[in-house]
């Protein structure tokens, strides 16, 4: 590729359509349809209906874990886990997250307190976390990262040590295993997401995991007010009902799980030869896990080596139609309304800062091929070695 021949530049786009990030798989259109039919022949759209019972049978089965709870998606999942386990006070989560993990806690009138993250692997910083817990700490919210694990066997151990609950955000970890130990089994509670970026889609949805029979009970009540079974004491309840049409997407979803990883895998391998020898970029391996659903295609791009800066390399892949994406930008402690309310980590948290400067998630999943793969590792290697020229073309 010579340098004119950058769409950044003018040229015409390397792919005519958006290739986005995330698993986005569609299973054949005749399954879809069967699926379908049932829910019209049964005439039950929602609420606990045979197809939510399946999918909640079947992964219990598959992960191997007591309670499954499928809610309408993992952001409603937290909030319904932070109620349910009665949290008072604080709860100390990575800074270096989704805006739902936050949140979930402010919907709960929970205080978050932001932990640094490892500069290798993006996950929570062990070795800073014994340090932040106080008297008023009632949690640890570990998030098990891009299909790795935050050391969830640590984590349980300093909880324990320290007298305060656990749950995880395992939004990205549906399927990953720590020493041989399915995610979902970790904890008081794990909360996975079916959205259709992810390995397992319901299109929307998600699932709250737990061996503990009395939290379970608690969340089938929070999640409906009504419909729920054994009805137990509970201040507040919502409305996180998964309906029919996500679990048919689910149950197809849940099937075909082990080819789509396996197909994941083969474009993480692609992704890693393609790259190898790219000055600037490294890949970042799913770190903790013996087993990884490779649900994330993550890579730092470090500007000194490869000539440009992240942000750069971002606009030229766009001009491409490559939808890279910067998942986590800003930290949450620089997001409203944490950066006003909690000014005290706006500088304490520089492995969270340096992260979010540099990470960029580029496409896996079903929408991608090898081809497409090897392609976009050109661009980024044209990219590297026209970097003085790009950089000056576009007045850096
Ligand atoms: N905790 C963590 C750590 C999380 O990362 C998340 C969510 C949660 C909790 C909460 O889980 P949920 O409540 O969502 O179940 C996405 C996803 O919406 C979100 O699920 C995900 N994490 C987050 C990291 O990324 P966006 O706004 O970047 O995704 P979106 O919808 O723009 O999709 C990405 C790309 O895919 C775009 O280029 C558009 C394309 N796309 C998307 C959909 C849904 C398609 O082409 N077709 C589609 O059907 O947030």
Known sequence: MNLPSFALLGAAPAFERPIPVGQLYFPAWDRYEAAFRGIFERQYYTNQGPLAIELESRLQAFLGVRHVICVSNATIGLMMVA???????????????????????????????????????????????????????????????WGGACDPLALEALA?????????????????????????????????????????????????????????????????????????????TSNGRMSEAQAAIALMSLEDFPANQANNQQQ???YASGLRNVPGVSLTVPAGVSFSNYQYLVCNIDPAAFGLPRDMVMDLLKAENVLARRYFYPGIHRCTPYVDDFPQYQDVLPQTDALCTSVMQLPIGA??????????????????????????????
């Open 83 to 145: 109620e349910a386990m009665q949290l008072r006070g604080k709860v100390i989560l990575p800074a270096f997250t989704f805006a739902a993990s936050a949140q979930s806690l402010s919907w709960t009138g929970l205080e978050p307190v932001f932990c640094d993250v490892d500069k290798h692997t993006g996950q929570i910083a062990l070795d800073q976390l014994a340090g932040l817990i106080d008297d008023d700490t009632s949690a640890i919210m570990g998030v098990n990262l």
């Open 160 to 236: 324990r040590e320290h007298n305060v609950q656990l749950y995880f955000d395992s939004a990205h970890a549906f399927g990953c295993e720590v020493q041989g130990r399915k995610i979902g089994n970790f904890g008081q509670a794990e909360v996975l997401s079916f959205h259709a970026t992810k390995v397992l889609s319901a299109g929307e949805g998600g699932c709250i995991c737990t061996s503990d029979d009395q939290l379970a009970a608690r969340l089938r009540n929070i999640r409906s007010s009504y419909g729920a079974g054994h009805a137990v004491p509970v201040v507040k």
């Open 268 to 270: 993480y391998e692609a």
């Open 367 to 396: 929408l991608l091929t090898l081809d497409d793969i090897a392609r976009i590792c050109q661009i980024l290697a044209h990219a590297q070695q026209h970097a003085d020229a790009i950089a000056q073309a576009m007045q850096v």
